[in-house]
Structure formats: structure tokens, C-alpha cells
């Protein structure tokens, strides 16, 4: 799923702040959330979160995946 659609997702279940992280630990920001792909998240699906504890790791589109 694309970063955008995973943060629509958590707001869809009413959690409005949640986090995102370069997965390849080179700290880059995603600015154009449409043109990254989540490839892990903290915690894991289906466990309860609140505000600001998901946090979905991500690559740019067409990258590999360090996960």
C-alpha cells in the first residue's frame, strides 16, 4: 500500500497522527507520501495504536525493500 493510502487508513479508524520512517535508514522525509510504498509498520496489523505510535516505514516507488 502507498504511504498516502496507509495514513488514510489509520485516520479512517480515527487515529490522526501517526509517523513514517526512510526504511532505508538513509533518513530521507517523504514528501510526496503517493510515491512511497510501506514496507513494515510498528506495531503490528491488528494491534491497538493511538496517537503518534504507528509508524510505517517506507521505500520510494520501484526501490527495494531492506525489510
Avoid: Y
Avoid at 480515527?14 to 512511497?36: E, H, I, L, M, P
Amino acid at each position: 500500500m502507498n504511504l498516502q493510502d496507509a495514513q488514510d487508513t489509520i485516520q479512517a479508524a480515527g487515529v490522526f497522527f501517526s509517523r513514517s520512517a526512510d526504511a532505508t535508514g538513509a533518513g530521507r522525509r517523504q514528501v510526496v507520501d503517493s510515491n512511497w510504498i510501506v514496507v513494515d509498520q510498528t506495531p503490528s496489523a491488528g494491534s491497538p495504536f493511538g496517537e503518534i505510535e504507528a509508524v510505517l516505514s517506507a521505500v520510494k516507488i520501484d526501490e527495494p525493500s531492506p525489510c
